[in-house]
């Protein structure tokens, strides 16, 4: 059996500050370092370009994860193929990681049906919205794989707010009863909207709450994209020897709206935003890369230059989808739908003329 | 052909089934060691093993929640909710994911998950083992609603739901899952979902029923014998409902009379009657009535015989109609 | 009189109200530092305090049990669920608790407890920002609902309910929150639960709508003046029904189409046509029709104009009943 | 603010076995032990009395709450009368310890509405019948009266499966964000039905779940009524000063079925069973107080008497209750009903002619 263990006290860390706190290391190639850089590269670009294309109308209310790359490129970085990732709204472009197209997340939040994808073709889930609901789906699919033999770890990533549903409380205890090979991958953003992680929990720390269903917590710089793969990769490790599920708290600070429908200077702290904005982990990555000379102008130049060309060609799919026929209404409900389905259609069809 | 008490039938069915196809496993609390507080799950884990039929934590919407991403992995779960009342929980896995997921994925992946339950009342149980939640599902949209009346229906109707390709649940009435032993058909039996039965043919008035309520309107039929012919309609599936069904019927007798356990309003006699409204609206020749359990909370288990509709009750519905 | 966004008058009720009963306390997720994701709530903690308006943990059924709780201690709890499809975990605590303590101490303890909600679709929103719930808690005994259509009802029904000694449900029509300005008298409003309005007089036809279908009846009536006389009928509480106004409608039309925007099946219009069919059976001249939500998930943003009622959908329905 | 201790190792004991074990003390008078062991004896009886009433058929369904005495009348002692409590259906007598009836509970079990009592006259909230439901409740009480400046602590009754229900986690959260005088009291009888404990959590302890909240957990003996005592009186010091909730896990083994329509042969570890009824709470306490000359052969008598005497006057009172009317099924549903209620009884007096 393994062992439960307290949650760390300081936050993991891999990358410096290139002055007082020196860089640590990572098993990693050049090619690795660069596809990860890629990566982060892709979601910054994605992330930038949405609040861009939701400001000019095309596409609808988006949630903003600027500054959470890290987090995000960093666990998929540590998975294999063939294991799953259930993303909340704030995970909505995870999938492009697999090579979700682009034009697919977009319609997505264009609310176009083209936006809906097969979770089976690329280890993606459908994006949750209702705070931490898929948490126990996560935990099903990892345990339901095991026991067909196929080595699978499931990650389930979800906010600090999460944390409080009962939804995330179930999923946790049947993941640790079961030893399911999961990872519950917490972004602490310390926001919940307007709530403040203080507001959210008296816990000392997220990661504490591991032990409630005995398993590990693990505190990681969320902004620190090796130390999230790092600890990722250890979660992993740990679910493929039949060890059970990994709590990994990720920290950071949101240093956007929580969805462009938000403002938050009703209640955010602006000058932690700034810092935070300063520190943000693209950037800290990248003079990370510079510093051990994997990553030249060039280099960057083109990975930026493709991740742009890589959302034009995204949005010019997305507004080529033609409209959606009304019959979709019904088309996806049921496999074996019933009569009054298609009753329902034909009048409809028949009043709108389509 | 054996006889079988209905809980035995439910028990006969989950054994076929999960023989017939090895991704049926059976998830709840207390279904493994103990076979079920009321043992609808007893031996099955002696028979196909600790890891197809598992005693959860405590958590209803973690059983559910969980059987949706045991569906991911290419399973076919089969819940139990130990009790109806108990299955609130899990109402929130329900509407937002397990009527919703297939749609999300455009069809692409299937939700074959099963949720079975005891429900209903009469059996003298302390609070809240008593409720007839039919309405919270069939109003969700994705899922389908099956409740059978006797043994032979409830191995038939589960064995549809285990094999149906969409999510079902189905209710089964505790009151009789012990009162009679009937002919089951042994081995494989289907009994379709969407399709209703005449239980018995009448040419006055209609009773539409379903569950613990087809028995009861049976012996009120009996009561009425002597100078009313009573159609008895067991709907066995809710959703979709069997319109042809009922609308022939009624079509014939003219009458209809809607009972119902569950509280009045918005119960799933709503919704035939409103279909009544709607379609057989020139062959009624009164008003539509319906004898159902009340709009209050389920009441002290010494006075529950005045909450139930009774066969008192729909025989006097049916006179009342008939004198309309 | 003043004139408000639909919003705006609930925020004004909700000052009103707590200004004049310092026992009434606001809870729910961003309700206070933020004055809520619609701002429902804004000013509220500034006027009265971190104590009568909090923030609360990101846990709906937590919400609910916690608001049971305070109701206890002598407390009056309005709880904002933040939006309709997130209310779902608490339903237990409703269908559980809520709906049935009063009764569980015989009528000794009240729970004057007020949930509110934005609820409906049409808004070009992502996934779970559309449902239409009520029938969830309508069928639940021991809660009534109300739903606005209007400022000047959002105001007074808000009102009632914080008054009102039982749990009342107000579902607001988000889609109507920021659409028009109208009058809202100043102060102290209320608008009694149980009492629906005749929004517009006519004599064929009578539309039967609540929350953001009454505006769109109000449309199809528009349309139709022309040729056909119609009535318009605002429920404004789906419990109590206002029977006698529905009954009062009807029998001076002869014809009813119900509108509502949730899935069909056991959706509120069920239950108002369940009514028809029993009590309004000898007046209706013609079948009761339903335009509804359809029975599938809420549809991708893009195609939710055809799942929504339409004043088309309306139109036709009238146009096919008066042919029938 | 407190500070959030890990859960303690071992449990918590105060009572010895007279032979290695020495006895510990605890802050009572002679007076105060006499009143404990009275509490103590009344739950036993109720509880004896009411299986075999439950066999005579003179009562429903009933949950045995045998050898869990300790855990109620310790920590219902560390009460003022002012506080409030929460009970799930296995404390379902709890309210005796505060003068209830004992034909009022006995009439709960029958059915019969002369059962359902005022939570408001005894300070004791309905019996609770679904797992964890009534957790929040007693955190938004606590809080609700804290806000109103009344010193009211108040404590919730659960099981050690209920821990796994949403609800409890919810309520938890709640409780430690808001600092509410509540006190979590968990019957850790290691079963739920047929569930035990290791199917239930992977938590190293039950008590270890508090770190989750912010709240100390402790570990108790449950059958050590003093050491139940003595952890409840400090729970309700820290709720009094402010400092918020405690988690008290009480561990015991359910030494009898669940209710009586269980039988747990099909799943218990009789030995163990055996075991603890060689050391049933009640007995420890009485053979305490007979070590420490508090209690005399007579006065034991006496008090044994003197709640068979109650439980005599209790189920001739249940019995005597006349049958229910009808019309109380509309009576409490609502305090404004609608006009339909009056209708639906008339009709339905016509139908039965009552
Ligand atoms: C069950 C549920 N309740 C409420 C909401 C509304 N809501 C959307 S995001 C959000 C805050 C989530 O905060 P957190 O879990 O910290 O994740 P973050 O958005 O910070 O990534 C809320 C309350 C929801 N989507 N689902
Ligand atoms: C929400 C809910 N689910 C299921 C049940 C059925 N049930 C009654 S008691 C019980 C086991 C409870 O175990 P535990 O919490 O350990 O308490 P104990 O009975 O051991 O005191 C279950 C599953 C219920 N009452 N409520
Ligand atoms: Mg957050
Ligand atoms: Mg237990």
Redesign the pocket.
């Given at each position: 059996m393994s062992q439960v263990l307290p949650a760390e006290g300081g936050l993991r860390r891999v990358i410096g500050d290139g002055h007082a706190l020196p860089d640590g290391e990572i098993d990693l190639t050049p090619e690795q370092h660069l596809a990860l850089y890629r990566n982060l590269v892709l979601l910054r670009t994605y992330d930038e370009r949405s609040v861009i294309y939701h400001r000019q109308g095309r596409i609808g209310t988006y949630?903003i994860f600027w500054n959470h790359e890290a987090m995000q490129a960093g666990s998929v970085f540590a998975l294999e193929e063939r294991d799953w990732i259930f993303p909340?709204?704030?995970e909505s472009a995870i999938g492009l990681l697999r090579g979700l197209p682009v034009s697919t997340v977009l319609s997505w939040w264009r609310g176009h049906p083209a936006g809906w994808w097969n979770p089976k073709e690329w280890g993606v889930a459908s994006i949750c919205?209702?705070?931490?609901?898929h948490v126990p789906h996560a935990v099903g699919f990892a345990w339901g794989s095991q026991l067909k033999g196929e080595d699978r770890v499931a990650i389930a990533y979800?906010?600090?707010?999460?944390t409080s549903?009962g939804a995330f409380h179930e999923g946790a205890t049947f993941a640790g009863v079961l030893k399911a090979p999961v990872i519950f991958f917490c972004?602490n953003?310390q926001?919940?909207?307007s709530t403040p992680l203080s507001a959210q929990t008296a816990a000392p720390t997220l990661a504490d709450k591991g032990i409630g269903y005995g398993m590990p917590g693990v505190r990681v710089d969320g902004g620190d994209v090796l130390a999230v793969l790092d600890a990722t990769r250890e979660a992993v490790t740990r679910a493929r020897a039949g060890d059970g599920p990994t709590l990994i708290e990720a920290v950071t600070y949101?240093a956007a709206p929580?969805a462009t429908a938000d403002d938050p200077s009703i209640y955010i702290d602006e000058e932690r935003v700034q810092e935070e904005r300063d520190n943000e982990c693209v950037g800290r990555y990248e003079a990370y890369l510079r510093r051990l000379g994997l990553l030249t102008d060039a280099q960057a130049e083109d990975v930026k230059q493709e991740a742009l060309d890589l959302m034009r060609t995204g949005i010019a799919e997305a507004e080529a989808e033609p409209l959606a026929d009304p019959g979709l209404v019904f088309e996806h409900a049921l496999a074996d739908p019933p009569a009054s389905f298609a009753d329902d259609l034909a009048e409809l069809r028949r009043v709108i003329g389509a | 052909m054996p006889e079988r008490l209905l809980v035995e039938a439910v028990n006969d069915a989950l054994h076929v089934e999960m023989e017939r196809d090895p991704s049926v496993l059976v998830l709840g609390e207390d279904v493994g060691l103990l076979g079920g507080v009321f043992r609808a799950t007893a031996g099955l884990q002696e028979r196909f093993g600790h890891e197809r039929c598992i005693d959860t934590p405590l958590a209803e919407a973690g059983i559910l929640g969980t059987a949706i991403g045991l569906c991911m992995a290419g399973w076919r779960p089969v819940c139990e909710m130990q009790y109806d009342a108990f299955s609130y929980p899990a109402l929130d896995q329900l509407i937002n994911h397990v009527g919703r997921y297939r749609w999300r994925t455009r069809g692409k992946m299937a939700f074959p998950l099963v949720i079975r339950m005891p429900y209903g009342g009469g059996v003298r149980a302390p609070e809240l083992h008593d409720d007839s939640p039919e309405t919270y599902y069939v109003h969700t949209p994705g899922v389908k609603v099956a409740i059978p009346s006797n043994p032979a229906d409830a191995k038939g109707l589960l064995a549809a739901a285990i094999r149906d390709p969409d999510p079902v649940v189905v209710f089964e009435p505790k009151l009789h899952y012990r009162t009679a032993k009937t002919e089951v058909p042994a081995g494989e039996h289907v009994v379709p979902l969407g399709a209703a039965r005449v239980v018995r043919e009448g040419t006055d008035v209609t009773l539409v029923a379903y569950g613990a309520m087809v028995p009861l309107a049976g012996k009120a039929a009996d009561a009425l014998a002597d100078d009313v012919s009573v159609e008895v309609l067991d709907l066995r599936t809710l959703k979709p409902l069997d319109e042809g069904s009922l609308l022939g019927s009624v079509r014939k007798t003219g009458r209809a009379v809607l009972v119902q356990e569950a509280p009045r309003t918005c119960g799933y006699m709503a919704e035939v009657a409103a279909v009544l409204a709607e379609k057989a609206i020139y062959d009624l020749q009164g008003p539509v009535l319906r004898v159902t359990g009340y709009d209050v909370p389920y009441p002290y288990w010494q006075i529950e015989d005045a909450y139930m509709p009774s066969v008192e009750r729909v025989v006097d519905a049916v006179r009342r109609l008939l004198s309309a």
């Open positions: 949630a909340s709204y704030r919205v209702p705070i931490a609901t979800f906010g600090d707010g999460a549903e972004n953003n926001w919940a909207i949101r929580h | -």
